[in-house]
Nanobody, 115 residues
Framework: QVQLVESGGGLVQPGGSLRLSCAAS????????MSWYRQAPGKERESVAS???????NYADSVKGRFTISRDNAKNTVYLQMNSLKPEDTAVYYC?????????WGQGTQVTVSA
């Protein structure tokens, strides 16, 4: 059974940090492109960061220099380190695994940036 389980969300003040984790099971994690997406209320889901099977990262312009994506293939886990958080980073953050044509989504974790 395929599972992607996100954790690490919560409430943080502007300028603070959070580290999201996505634990995967039920598929060959190491060959999949892993991504983080987010969806704010009333907005479309957008890509935040991705990391290839080989470990090459890519970031949305809005998070470059503040967020870092990484993966641990031994633990079947992908991470998103989020620093210098802003109120506009508030959203539900989702993990996605892609190895065409297969793709899987996690259930999401809420991140709220507020004073």
């Amino acid at each position: 059974q395929v599972q992607l389980v996100e954790s690490g969300g919560g409430l943080v003040q502007p300028g603070g940090s959070l580290r999201l984790s996505c634990a995967a099971s039920g598929f060959a994690f190491r060959v999949y492109l892993m991504s983080w997406y987010r969806q704010a209320p009333g907005k479309e889901r957008e890509s935040v960061a991705s990391i290839t099977a080989g470990g090459s990262p890519n970031y949305a312009d809005s998070v470059k220099g503040r967020f870092t994506i990484s993966r641990d293939n031994a633990k079947n886990t992908v991470y998103l380190q989020m620093n210098s958080l802003k109120p506009e980073d508030t959203a539900v953050y989702y993990c996605r695994a892609l190895f065409s044509p297969n793709f899987y989504w996690g259930q999401g974790t809420q991140v709220t940036v507020s004073a």
